[in-house]
């Protein structure tokens, strides 16, 4: 690859007399150019088809520079699905969702500014959802930009809470209730077995 310039020649009287050209090997220029295409090509396919919510988000500081919002700069086609949110980039979290509890805004706020990333599970009531979260940052500090991986792990977290309520009831019951394994060995007993045979768990 050669980039090239021509530029016409002309005597006093400003008659073309002939060419002048320079040329300059771009070779490396290009394949890196490329490399970068595809290097976004790839990157873009996965931002896309991901079945993980995924955004950047830019975390905004009061004027004591602690974190008090942040702004949606990208978000991928499952963000919508998984968060409610609609037409998110660009707006910020308060705009969208003010009553989005502080913790939100102090996780994200520490990975942009110290770097460290964080993995949790937290409720954003505000959005009625429970997500498992994966927070990085992106860039340097001053950016302030945070790259998030999420789940929403609501129908588990309500699967989870029906099972330990109907722990709880079993465990409470006055009716006698034991499960034993194929050996007859008993691996539960309630309260109620306790009242009706007198040995405890």
């Given at each position: 690859?050669?980039?090239?310039?021509v530029?016409?020649?002309?005597d006093?009287?400003?008659?073309?007399?002939?060419?002048?050209?320079?040329?300059?090997?771009?070779?490396?220029?290009?394949?890196?150019?490329?490399?970068?295409?595809?290097?976004?090509?790839?990157?873009?396919?996965?931002?896309?088809?991901?079945?993980?919510?995924?955004?950047?988000?830019?975390?905004?500081?009061?004027?004591?520079?602690?974190?008090?919002?942040?702004?949606?700069?990208?978000?991928?086609?499952?963000?919508?699905?998984?968060?409610?949110?609609?037409n998110?980039?660009?707006?910020?979290?308060?705009?969208?969702?003010?009553?989005?509890?502080?913790?939100w805004?102090?996780?994200?706020?520490?990975?942009?500014?110290?770097?460290?990333?964080?993995?949790?599970?937290?409720?954003?009531?505000?959005?009625?959802?429970?997500?498992?979260?994966?927070?990085?940052?992106?860039?340097?500090?001053?950016?302030?930009?945070?790259?998030?991986?999420?789940?929403?792990i609501?129908?588990?977290?309500?699967?989870?809470?029906?099972?330990?309520?109907?722990?709880?009831?079993?465990?409470?019951?006055?009716d006698?209730?034991?499960?034993?394994?194929f050996?007859?060995?008993?691996?539960?007993?309630?309260r109620?077995?306790?009242?009706?045979?007198?040995?405890?768990?």
């Amino acid at each position: 690859d050669v980039w090239m310039t021509v530029t016409k020649l002309v005597d006093e009287a400003g008659k073309p007399i002939g060419l002048a050209s320079t040329e300059r090997d771009i070779t490396e220029r290009k394949r890196k150019e490329q490399a970068v295409g595809k290097s976004e090509e790839r990157y873009r396919a996965l931002f896309n088809t991901l079945i993980d919510g995924f955004c950047i988000l830019e975390v905004l500081l009061d004027p004591e520079g602690r974190p008090a919002d942040y702004r949606f700069l990208e978000v991928n086609a499952e963000f919508e699905a998984q968060t409610g949110l609609r037409n998110a980039q660009g707006k910020r979290m308060r705009e969208l969702a003010p009553e989005h509890e502080e913790y939100w805004f102090e996780i994200y706020g520490k990975v942009a500014l110290t770097g460290e990333p964080a993995r949790f599970v937290h409720e954003a009531t505000a959005l009625n959802r429970w997500y498992d979260v994966s927070a990085y940052r992106v860039g340097e500090q001053d950016s302030r930009q945070v790259a998030i991986l999420f789940n929403d792990i609501t129908e588990r977290k309500r699967a989870e809470e029906n099972i330990r309520r109907m722990a709880t009831v079993v465990r409470d019951s006055n009716d006698a209730i034991t499960i034993q394994d194929f050996e007859g060995r008993i691996t539960a007993w309630n309260r109620g077995a306790e009242l009706m045979y007198g040995y405890s768990e």
